[in-house]
């Protein structure tokens, strides 16, 4: 019934921009902290930003500054705008709610930047 819907991804050039959306249904998202963490190739999955119920956020230092998360609690949705992408961006980027071990995971969106 847990549905995460992610979309916005996409292939850009180094110092482009891009929003990824994440798009919940079935929880009572007010109450759930969200996240986006993303996974490169050989790689773990890493955290790039949280956003809890109450509105505080922490992000990965490599995007700090560069990426902000929001969330839109009457629409259900959590945010990324990704501005100034670096090709170590580039990585399959999934949204998460809630916390362990009560976590679910959306099934990621490709974000692809160029150099």
């Known amino acids: 019934q847990v549905q995460l819907v992610e979309s916005g991804g996409g292939l850009v050039q180094a110092g482009g921009s891009l929003r990824l959306s994440c798009a919940a249904s079935?929880?009572?998202?007010?109450?759930?902290?969200m996240g986006w963490y993303r996974q490169a190739p050989g790689k773990q999955r890493e955290l790039v930003a949280g956003?809890?119920?109450?509105?505080?956020?922490n992000y990965a230092d490599s995007v700090k500054g560069r990426f902000t998360i929001s969330r839109d609690n009457a629409k259900n949705t959590v945010y990324l705008q990704m501005n100034n992408l670096k090709p170590e961006d580039t990585a399959i980027y999934y949204c998460s709610a809630g916390v362990p071990p009560r976590r679910r995971w959306g099934q990621g969106t490709q974000v692809t930047v160029s150099s």
């Open positions: 079935g929880i009572i998202f007010s109450i759930n902290a």
């Open positions: 956003i809890s119920s109450g509105g505080s956020t």
